[in-house]
């Protein structure tokens, strides 16, 4: 097949499945980036069998459902998660697969499992050879998601595509990089940088037709369909950070509102305070006003007692030196005396 033949294959405008709006965007997920080139891959591989192995939020894998949904495939699909978290994605309670039942099962519930399992323990669940799409985002590290893809690699079909999340992470103890550099080297292989990175990689030995071309795309059009679902991608990002600023934005007006309301709460105190130190002012002006005429009244009696009491002393004193008074006086002295018994 000639290069312009398969660039024709893989024109992503005649795939309207891309442009839809996804109906599964939370703001903890870090796919929203690759959600457009998600839906796209699966109307070029149309799987019998799709497998996610870590889902958290179920960003990426409800993409997946809603392209298969939208384009009528007989495809059934599973997610695997322990949905407990781990030492990347932090731990976490029971609410979020919760969450995600609410938003998958109704709508997908009828061709889709969420299977609550470690990798290990789920992987006998699936024949050799039957799955065409497998994403793996599980744990990180190198020695896990190449256990991963080890253990996984027998269940892939002849027509068997993997997607690695992160490839393009090298903090921290992340490895997809270092195993996706060791993948790309064994089997026809696309990379996407942005969005953390992810890489598709075409592990069966027959992959259809469709998906061919974007192993040999020549690298001016690699860039350009990097390009275009970066593009297509940040779109779905700001969308949620708008979202989120909209929430935000909810939040600080109802904040502003309760600020308000308490505001006027509390100016209606101060001004039910203000009114009855009023009030107590003036009953304390009364009683100040009455205590200062009691006062007055008080010295005013002292006062004339005060005189009345001096009026007295000097009447005693003339008295005293009355004659009549000291005669009185003298004979008192004189009198006879008591007899003894």
Avoid at 38 to 57: K, N
Avoid at 259 to 268: A, D, F, I, K, T
């Amino acid at each position: 097949m000639s290069p312009g033949a398969m660039r024709h294959l893989l024109n992503p405008l005649a795939s309207p499945v891309l442009l839809a709006s996804p109906r599964r965007l939370t703001p903890g997920s870090a796919w929203h980036e690759h959600i457009p080139f998600g839906m796209f891959l699966v109307d070029l591989l149309r799987p019998s069998l799709l497998v996610e192995l870590g889902t958290h939020h179920g960003d990426s894998y409800c993409a997946f459902c809603q392209a298969v949904q939208q384009l009528g495939l007989e495809t059934r699909g599973y997610a695997v998660d322990t949905w407990s978290g781990d030492a990347h994605a932090g731990a976490y309670g029971p609410d979020v697969l919760a969450d995600l039942r609410r938003s998958h099962d109704p709508l997908y519930g009828g061709f889709s499992r969420l299977l609550q399992s470690t990798f290990d323990e789920a992987v006998a669940s699936f024949a050799d050879g039957t799955i065409d799409l497998l994403h793996i985002d599980g744990y990180h590290t190198y020695e896990a998601v190449s256990h991963d893809f080890a253990t996984w690699l027998p269940k892939m079909s002849r027509r068997g595509v993997v997607l690695f999340h992160d490839t393009n992470v090298r903090e921290r103890d992340y490895g997809v990089w270092q195993l996706w550099e060791e993948a790309r080297a064994r089997y026809p292989h696309f990379e996407f940088v942005h969005g953390h990175g992810l890489g598709v990689l075409a592990v069966g030995p027959e992959p259809p037709e469709q998906v061919r071309p974007l192993f040999q795309l020549p690298e001016a059009e690699t860039a350009t369909l990097r390009a275009f679902f970066f593009e297509m991608g940040h779109r779905l990002e700001l969308q949620v950070q708008m979202a989120q600023l909209r929430d935000e934005l909810r939040d600080w007006q109802g904040e502003a509102k309760r600020l308000e309301g308490w505001s006027r709460e509390v100016e209606s105190r101060f001004q039910a305070v203000e009114a009855e130190w009023a009030a107590r002012g003036q009953e304390m002006e009364r009683q100040r006003a009455a205590h200062e005429e009691q006062r007055a009244s008080h010295e005013e009696q002292v006062a004339r007692l005060t005189g009345e009491y001096r009026a007295l002393e000097a009447h005693l004193a003339r008295m005293d030196s009355h004659p009549v008074w000291r005669t009185y006086r003298s004979l008192r002295r004189l009198g006879p005396k008591r007899p003894l018994h």
